[in-house]
């Protein structure tokens, strides 16, 4: 018979399981990993230094890198794992990469949201519409009617018009 705090325990242990079976690109349904990891976040200057370093390029119509200010372009609270897909992508296109949007406010809420350092948008080009198009899985629209490809390692590129909204559970094989 279980104790009151050996059916918490169960119950707790329980819970932490099947959350990380459901987490997409983590755990047996997701097709990832089989246990979670601690995400990693990094501050706006980490992320410009390993930028930098591949040679990926961003913008803000404001000129800014203030993560309170919509019309800016921060990375601050970025995930490593979304600056290291970035880092893929660069090197497995070869095209010329520019980010238009990082971890700023203004942007849809959600856990695998922009301000929860999960997705990058990027400037829209022929190079990198003809490589995600020709190279990954079309899986649909989303709700807002975006077209929808999802890489091999799993994360989700949604065509917003202007530019390629990105959504990384993973570093894209890095």
């Keep these: 018979m279980l104790t009151r705090p050996r059916l918490r325990s169960a119950?707790?242990?329980l819970v932490l399981v099947l959350g990380a079976l459901f987490v997409p690109g983590v755990g047996a349904l997701g097709g990832g990993a089989t246990e979670a990891h601690a995400?990693?976040?990094?501050?706006h200057s980490q992320a410009t230094s390993r930028f930098t370093s591949s040679g990926v390029t961003w913008s803000s119509s404001g000129g800014c890198s203030d993560r309170n200010v919509s019309t800016c372009t921060s990375f601050d609270q970025l995930n490593l794992t979304s600056a290291q897909g970035a880092q893929t992508l660069k090197s497995a296109t070869g095209c010329a990469l520019n980010i238009t949007g990082g971890t700023e406010t203004?942007?849809?809420g959600g856990t695998y949201s922009h301000w929860n350092g999960y997705k990058l948008d990027f400037g829209k080009s022929t190079c990198l519409t003809n490589y995600v198009k020709g190279v990954f899985t079309y899986i649909g629209v989303r709700g807002d009617g975006a077209p929808q490809y999802r890489s091999g390692s799993g994360n989700v590129y949604a065509d917003e018009g202007n530019h390629w909204d990105v959504?990384?559970?993973?570093c894209g094989g890095c």
């Design 106 to 108: 203004g942007h849809a």
């Design 39 to 43: 995400v990693t976040k990094l501050t």
């Design 167 to 170: 959504t990384y559970y993973n």
């Design 11 to 13: 119950l707790t242990a």
